[in-house]
Structure formats: C-alpha cells, structure tokens
C-alpha cells in the first residue's frame, strides 16, 4: 500500500501558541487531503479536504481560522492549530488517496497526539 | 452521518475466523463499502473494498448480500495483533477518498 507520513507523531504546547502538522505522500501524489480529528474513545471526524492549489473545504462546524490548511504541493498538506487551548488537545490524522491509478482507498497517516497545556 | 451499522463489540478466539457484520441499508448504486481498522492510537489501516462483487486479498475477505444492504468482513484465521476497531464505510464513487467515520466494531481477540 500506500505510504503517508505525519510529523510530528506527538507534540506538547503552551496554551495560545499555534503548531503546525505536517502530512506527507511519500510514494504517490495526492491532490486531496483529509484531515480527520479523534478525541479518546470516540470515532475519527473529518475536519476539512485539502485541495492542492486552491482552498480547503471545511466540514460543518469546524472553524477555518482556527484550523489552517495549506496545500502547497502534490505531496505535502499542512494544518496549522492557531492559539491552541486545552480543549484542542486531540490526535489528529491526516488521509491521502492516489492521484492516479488506484481505485480511490485512502492511506492514513500515523496520527500526531497533541496536547495543549 | 455514518451510513452503516455494526455491532460495538465483539470477541473472537485466536486461529479462529472472525465475522464481522455491517448493514447498510441505504446503499446506492454507485456506492463502495470499504473496511479499514484502527489499531490503538495508531491511524486507520485500509483492509479492503468492493462494489457488488465479493472480494479477497491477503488480509481479509469481504462478502457483499445480492441486494447489496450487508456486507461482512471475515479475517480467515484471527490473530492477537487483529485486536482492533474495524470500521465499514460506505462511500460515494466520486468523492475520492473521503471517508466518514462511525463507531466501527471493537474486536478483541484472546488466546
């Protein structure tokens, strides 16, 4: 399969300090991202579709200026936690499906496990 | 919202087959069902996926009704590293990759 890469895999940071999450395709290119949030004991949810070259498109509910997404490549999609408070402490995934070939699985990353003190 | 329905738990017996049940009623004709499963604090693992047709390959197997509103996923030979969520996704053919999540099937397995 398919291989994604996420970075860092945990992260601790001050209340109000904002952290960027990296998620990379390391053996195909990927004009969609997904971007998934899981608090413990619950389901994954999709926050948002990265699109290479153009905006993100939010899932209701989810503020866009708190979460930032930036995909600037074919391989690469980031999302930035801007002025991160406890309550954003979650794990965070991110998703990739080929953009050729395949027939539309996705391939997820390992997850980064944040926690805003 | 979550278009499937399974089971929250199930328990299953080291070498032994694990069956595991997903009903999704509403299915349309240009639906696939997917399965993935989540290991504990790790990201979702893509099992397997078919449209009408009953699918295998090296993990698992995947039996779809004729009237496509069930589906079960059947691990031949469980092992303790299947511990896990399983979740069945049913999803559009022309939303690439995106996936909504539900409540997926705990898997135990035990010796």
Redesign the interface.
């Known amino acids: 399969g398919a291989v994604v890469s996420q970075h860092p895999s945990w992260v601790i940071c001050k209340s109000g300090t904002s952290v960027k999450i990296e998620c990379r395709s390391l053996d195909f290119q990927a004009t969609t991202m997904f971007w998934y949030r899981q608090f413990p004991k619950q389901s994954l949810m999709l926050m948002a579709t990265s699109n290479e070259g153009s905006k993100a498109t939010y899932e209701q509910g989810v503020e866009k200026d708190k979460f930032l997404i930036n995909h600037a490549s074919l391989t690469l999609s980031t999302l930035t936690v801007t002025s991160a408070h406890p309550e954003d402490s979650s794990f965070y995934i991110c998703s990739a499906s080929r953009r050729t070939g395949g027939t539309g699985e996705a391939f997820f990353g390992q997850g980064t496990r944040l926690t805003v003190v | 919202d979550a278009k499937t329905t399974q089971p929250p738990s199930m328990d299953c017996a080291e070498g032994r087959a694990a069956n595991l049940p997903c009903n999704h009623s509403t299915i349309s004709g240009n639906e696939?069902v997917?399965w993935?499963r989540?290991i504990h604090?790790?990201?979702?693992?893509?099992i397997i996926?078919g449209l009408k047709n009953n699918e295998t390959n090296e993990m698992a197997s995947l039996i779809i009704t004729e009237d496509r509103k069930s589906s079960t996923l059947i691990l031949p030979h469980a092992t303790l590293r299947d511990t896990a969520v399983y979740?069945c996704i049913v999803?559009e053919?022309d939303s690439?990759?995106?996936?909504?999540?539900?409540?997926?099937t705990q898997v135990v397995v035990t010796p």
């Open positions: 696939y997917y993935y989540q604090s790790q990201g979702p693992q893509y996926h979740y999803r053919s690439w990759g995106k996936l909504q999540f539900g409540a997926g």
